[in-house]
């Protein structure tokens, strides 16, 4: 049937409209799969101990082996910006870390809280000073993270929905350090490592409190770094170490092993 001038042209109006429709679509499942991405945070971020440091990022020691560059290297996003920073604190995340975020911001992580909590001076403390000093100090970290950092993680979480709204976020927690009964012949007693193994339950328990009450995704890394502790055979986790910075952080299999499949699977 030999279609009218009318009816044609409505058909490849529509027909253009379907194509068009399509072509939307398309574009949206391609921005859906590649998101701008956004990794905030502090050290465990930033892949202090993982080596491979961009030069440009200075004393933030941002790392082509942590699991933020990993995952952007597999993905590519639509774009990556990466100000995570070696010591960074709440505040630090507050005030230097969140100009990349935007409307149009698909997917951003962040892990932060232990400098908050004095994570650097508790390890210190413990490996300088008697067993009791080490509990009485991991106990005041405790106490920090069950009074205060909550209010602090409201800050900076509230402040990351304003300025990126439509953004999947993923806030990763802390491995525990220590294998207890593990290889380790010196060092801190089992008492103190105990203790620090408790205060990362701890600060991941109040961290995932904040991540939920905000609509945030936790990704707990306890399980993927059990067996990797220091003091087991694998150990993924630099003890005391030069450089200092490293000693207490995650190895560059650490962040591959560790970190980067539970933020891929959250993500």
Not at 129 to 151: D, F, H, I, K
Not at 162 to 179: D, F, I, N, Q
Not at 192 to 216: I, P, V, Y
């Amino acid at each position: 049937m030999k279609l009218s001038r009318s009816a044609g042209v409505s058909s490849a109006i529509l027909l253009s409209a379907a194509f068009a429709l399509a072509g939307a679509g398309a574009a949206y499942s391609a921005e859906q799969a590649a998101p701008r991405y956004v990794a905030l945070g502090d050290s465990y971020s930033s892949g202090v101990g993982a080596g491979s440091y961009d030069s440009s990022s200075g004393n933030c020691k941002r790392s082509t082996k942590s699991y933020p560059a990993l995952w952007a290297a597999a993905h590519a996003p639509a774009s990556f910006s990466f100000t995570a920073c070696s010591g960074a604190r709440t505040g630090d995340v507050l005030s230097g870390q969140l100009a990349p975020l935007n409307s149009a911001t698909g997917l951003v992580s962040i892990s932060v809280g232990g400098n908050d909590a004095g994570f650097a001076d508790v390890m210190t403390t413990c490996v300088l000073n008697s067993e009791s000093t080490c509990l009485q100090r991991v106990q005041q970290a405790r106490q920090y993270v069950a009074t205060t950092l909550p209010g602090k993680l409201d800050q900076v979480y509230s402040a990351i929905r304003s300025k990126a709204p439509a953004a999947r976020v993923v806030v990763l927690g802390y491995p525990r350090l220590y294998k207890i009964n593990g290889s380790c012949i010196a060092g801190l007693s089992e008492n103190e490592r105990s203790a620090l193994n408790a205060a990362s339950d701890d600060l991941n328990a109040a961290t995932a409190k904040r991540a939920a009450d905000h609509g945030f995704t936790f990704g707990d890394v306890t399980g993927t770094f059990t067996g990797h502790q220091i003091c087991s055979s694998d150990s993924w986790i630099h003890s005391v170490t030069l450089p200092i910075d490293n000693s207490y952080h995650p190895k560059a299999a650490g962040q591959s092993g560790g970190y980067l499949p539970v933020f891929s699977s959250a993500a």
